[in-house]
Structures are given as C-alpha cells and as structure tokens.
C-alpha cells in the first residue's frame, strides 16, 4: 500500500516566522510532489509542485525534495495569519498514471 | 473564467434517494474526477475520467455511478442514499493523468438522514 504521510498538527508559529511542513512518502519511484492549502470549508488549490528533479521557489513558498529519506517540505517564509489552514501533500509514482496518493494534512495556524 | 463549477453545493437527501452532483469544467481538461473528503479519512478518490467517453473506479466506488457526458461535464449519482454517504463531494479536473495538477470545484456538501 503506498502511503503519504502528514504530521496532523496542529503546527502553531507566530506571524513572521518560517512554518516549515513535511510529507513523507513511501513509493521510492515517485515523480511528482503537489502541495494544496485548504481553508476550512473550501476546496484544495494548488500552492506549488515539484518533480523529482529539484526544488522549487515561489514567493515565500519553498517546496523541497530529499529523496534519500524520501519526504517533501514546504517552507513557508514571514508566515501571515492568513496562511492559517490545512496544507494537503499530494504524491504521483511513476506506475501510476490516474492518481494522487493524498496525505490527510497538516494544520497550521499563525498567531498575531 | 469559472475553473470547475459544481451543483448543487448543499443537499440533504434521505435514505434510499438519489440524487446526481453535477460537474462542468472550462478549462478543455481531458481528466475529471469525483472525491469525497471525510475527517480522519482525507481525499478519496469515487471515479474518474482519464478522458471523454472513459471511466474508471477509484478507491470508493461502492454505492456511486458516473457519467462522462462530454468533455466538459462529468456527473456522479447516488442511486440509493446512505447515511455513510454524507461527505462533502468535491469534482476536479487536470489536462491529463499524468502528474498535472488538479484544479478543484467548490465542494458540494451531502448530507443523508
């Protein structure tokens, strides 16, 4: 059974701070790597993607793959109240072409 | 530019009704896909529609049906209402299978009495 595994939180830091979540996966052969935020009570979008290939900066989001311990993180720098919500970790292995494998996610709130 | 719209976004059903969730994306995506996201259970997957004119079971199929009408609509129906089937239903779409991203509707929320 191949897994993605998110710490449920929920994660606190303070306004200004780097919020640094992680998703490990258990597929070695996995290609590509999604990460979504969720407000409560709306639907996913996507923040960022990377492929096995390299990291990723966008804004304050910094998406990282370590491959030998196969996790992905996501930095989140001068963190905002407004980042306050559920970050879903979304995971495609090589041998298969119609799923995401799905973390259950990680809360995160930012205090004021 | 509506992205992937879903209808309705509330419904109360009660047991043994059906009803059908209607999805329409703009965005000439070829895959679509049914989700139901449950606490503690995360996003699973109902069906899918790698593209028109297919379909395929995802990891819950039981109690669903769908319909790839076209390439822009994709429905899913509820033959007979359970009250293991209150979730809230989200539809998505992606250009393809293969490690695109998937764009989410709004969430339909169902619940069965």
């Known amino acids: 059974q191949k897994e993605v595994e998110q710490n449920s939180g929920p994660l606190s830091v303070p306004e200004g701070a780097i919020a640094s979540l992680n998703c490990t996966y258990s597929d070695r052969g996995s290609q590509s790597f999604f990460w979504y935020r969720q407000y409560s009570g709306k639907s996913p979008e996507l923040i960022m993607f990377?492929?096995s290939n390299g990291d990723k900066e966008d804004g304050r989001f910094t998406a990282q793959l370590n491959k030998a311990s196969q996790y992905v993180s996501l930095l989140i720098r001068d963190s905002q109240p407004s980042d306050s919500a559920t970050y879903l970790c979304a995971v495609k292995s090589a041998g298969n072409n119609r799923k995401l494998i799905w973390g259950l996610g990680t809360s995160l709130a930012v205090n004021p | 530019n509506a992205g992937v719209t879903q209808t309705p976004k509330f419904q109360v059903l009660k047991t043994g009704q059906s009803m059908t969730l209607q999805c329409a994306q703009d965005?000439?995506?070829?895959?679509m896909y049914w989700y139901r996201q449950d606490p503690g259970m995360g996003l699973r997957l109902i069906y899918y529609s790698a593209s028109e004119g297919t379909t395929d079971k995802g990891e819950v199929p039981n109690g669903y049906n769908v319909s790839r009408l076209n390439k822009r609509e994709f429905s899913l129906r509820l033959e007979s209402a359970a009250p293991s089937q209150t979730s809230v239903y989200f539809c998505?779409?992606?250009?393809?299978?293969?490690?695109?991203?998937?764009?989410f509707g709004e969430g339909s929320w169902l619940t069965v009495v």
């Open positions: 998505a779409s992606s250009e393809g299978t293969a490690g695109n991203t998937i764009y």
């Open positions: 965005m000439n995506h070829n895959s």
């Open positions: 990377i492929y």
